[in-house]
């Protein structure tokens, strides 16, 4: 019994002292604090004046939502005649292109079903859309609503980014 007793709280202290040193070298590698980019305001702005200016261009008045990479906005710009429901509706365009990385056009046939993820408050799946993703790091998401066709939202929210893409990737 004696000899058993030994023998566990050898296998365990080996244990301890391989995990330790496991964690130990793991814990070395990886660094104290993280960087991450964010838009400034003015870049944000950019975006959705970009945004609006390209609506006008097609004689649509729309709202245009710019998030950041936590889902928090940081731009509205709701143009003079767009409905006040757009402003909800930019923001979770803007939310669920940049949670899922992808055009909100894209999924539109992804979540097929009455039970299904877009059923999420904050979730919707419908055109206009995008997120900002530079150099594969995803810096948030833009959203507009209030033209005709989805597809004229997601052009004008294209146009938004266009506007801020190359300074942003030269960076």
């Known amino acids: 019994m004696k000899i058993r007793n030994v023998a566990i709280a050898a296998v365990s202290a080996l244990a301890v002292a391989v995990s330790n040193s ?4 793991t814990h070395k590698e990886q660094p104290l604090t993280v960087n991450i980019k964010r838009l400034s305001l003015d870049t944000a702005l950019r975006i959705g004046k970009a945004a609006i200016d390209k609506c006008r261009k ?10 950041d990479r ?5 731009v509205v ?3 003079t005649l767009a409905m006040d429901v757009s402003i909800a509706i930019s923001k979770k365009k803007a939310y669920t292109a940049m949670e899922f990385n992808s055009p909100t056009s894209a999924m ?3 979540f097929p079903g009455a039970y299904n ?12 859309g995008i997120p900002i993703n530079i150099g594969g790091s995803i ?3 833009i959203g507009v609503s209030g033209a005709p066709s989805g597809l004229t939202d997601e052009a004008c929210a294209q146009a938004g980014l266009a ?6 990737e030269m960076e």
């Open 22 to 25: 496991a964690f130990a070298a």
């Open 58 to 67: 097609e004689g649509v008045q729309i709202t245009v939502t710019v998030i």
């Open 163 to 168: 506007a801020v893409q190359d300074d942003l």
């Open 70 to 74: 936590g889902g928090d906005v940081q």
């Open 117 to 128: 993820v877009p059923k999420i408050d904050e979730l919707l799946i419908s055109a206009g």
């Open 139 to 141: 810096m948030g998401g």
């Open 108 to 110: 539109q046939d992804r």
């Open 77 to 79: 710009l709701r143009d």
